[in-house]
């Protein structure tokens, strides 16, 4: 619980929603877009010090449009009145 110390007191709701997002959301990311994409251009570029910069600009090129896509649509689908941020 330390971790949420600077942020002041959360509800277990809180504290289960940001463990998800953690566990459920960004180490998927992480998996898909570092663990396999990147290792995948890697290997089909020749493994070479330039494909390693190949495929880290690809993929995370693609990670920030996945980003911007996600965001406009939460955006979208809130409509007129933004909702309160949970932090």
């Not at 940001?18 to 990311?29: F, M, Q, S, T």
């Not at 980003?67 to 009145?81: F, K, N, Q, S």
Request: positive net charge; glycine residues 6%.
């Amino acid at each position: 619980m330390a971790l949420f110390a600077p942020f002041g007191e959360k509800t277990v709701t809180e504290v289960c929603l940001w463990a998800y997002c953690l566990i459920g959301v960004a180490l998927p990311e992480e998996l898909v877009f570092r663990g396999y994409l990147f290792n995948r251009l890697y290997a089909a570029l020749n493994e070479s010090k330039r494909a390693a910069i190949i495929a880290g600009v690809v993929s995370e090129a693609l990670w920030g449009a996945m980003h911007a896509i996600a965001i406009r649509l939460l955006r979208y689908r809130e409509g007129p009145e933004p909702r309160k941020p949970l932090w």
